[in-house]
């Protein structure tokens, strides 16, 4: 489990870097955050990075959740507040939007009251693996799944999956 207290760092550097929009998908209105519309890149080299942008969402209100867009080297390209929960569309709206971004990395945050310490539930062992599903069909790499509030963060695939992308560098 990680909290919002040991990222404060990272948080407070990109705040500053990310701009807003607002967009549709499935007919239904969003908003989005980009980074690279100011020429800065947030790049999300490992899951302390990932949590820093994850709280920060929080302070866009972020109801429900968000989609986290990334090219090849793990620069967040969009990140899609709010949108409808299906991430082929999301895929599809960033390669072809008007912003159209390199979308070779997904990473969904879930938006949850409560965040415990505790295996994940079974919803989000489902949810984690369905969405791998679909990004590898669209030819994405998933990254993960991050269950989170304002104040705590559980990462699914850092908890159940042996091939998470965080576990990469863990080996050395």
């Known amino acids: 489990m990680t909290t919002r207290q040991h990222h404060h760092h990272h948080y407070a550097r990109s705040r500053r870097r990310l701009r807003g929009g607002s967009a549709t998908l ?30 920060e969402l929080f302070d866009f209100e972020v109801q429900d959740g968000a989609i986290i867009l990334l090219d090849e080297e793990r620069r967040v390209t969009s990140v ?36 415990v310490e505790a295996p994940p539930s079974d919803e989000d062992v489902v949810l984690y693996w369905a969405a791998q599903v679909v990004c ?35 080996a050395d």
């Open 26 to 55: 499935e007919e239904l209105s969003f908003r989005y955050l980009s980074p690279l519309a100011d020429g800065c890149t947030i790049v999300l080299a490992d899951l302390a990075d990932a949590a820093g942008l994850a709280f």
């Open 80 to 115: 899609l507040l709010d949108p409808p929960p299906d991430i082929a569309a999301a895929i599809h709206w960033g390669r072809e939007s008007d912003v159209a971004v390199d979308v070779a990395h997904l990473i969904v945050v879930v938006r949850r009251d409560r965040v």
């Open 136 to 170: 590898v069909a669209h030819g994405v790499q998933w990254m993960d799944l991050l269950v989170a509030n304002p104040h705590q963060l559980q990462s699914i695939g850092f908890v159940c999956d042996p091939e998470s992308v965080w576990h990469e560098h863990v």
